[in-house]
């Protein structure tokens, strides 16, 4: 079976898939934060999830993780230029939905 050639939309699709990601790069996009404000910006996710996100984020070059040493230890997460150009894709998206409310419904 051919697969269809991935496109622009489709990759970056991929890396925002998962429930908390948006979530994550609009947090982000405000400000660098530490985990513990991130995580209460975004009150429904666990920690557990947040860190997994977080990675994958961070491997996908979306997200950068800068440490600083110390007790304790002091992490900072910042969105990469890669990063702040997706979420400024996905504000357009946001937009569109604002315009049609109610057109799709949404799917847990």
């Known amino acids: 079976m051919n697969r269809p050639l991935e496109n622009g939309f489709s990759i970056a699709m991929k890396l925002v898939a998962g429930k908390w990601k948006i979530d994550i790069l609009c947090a982000l996009s405000t400000a660098p934060r530490r985990f513990g404000r991130l995580r209460h910006s975004i009150p429904d ?49 946001c937009r569109w939905s604002e315009q049609f409310p109610g057109r799709v419904e949404a799917r847990a």
Not at 55 to 69: F, H, I, S, T
Request: proline share 4%.
């Open 45 to 93: 996710i666990s920690e557990k999830m947040l860190a997994q996100q977080l990675r994958e984020m961070e491997a996908d070059g979306l997200v950068k993780r800068q440490a600083y040493p110390g007790l304790p230890a002091k992490v900072v997460y910042s969105l990469t230029e890669s990063g702040a150009a997706l979420c400024a894709g996905a504000e357009g998206l």
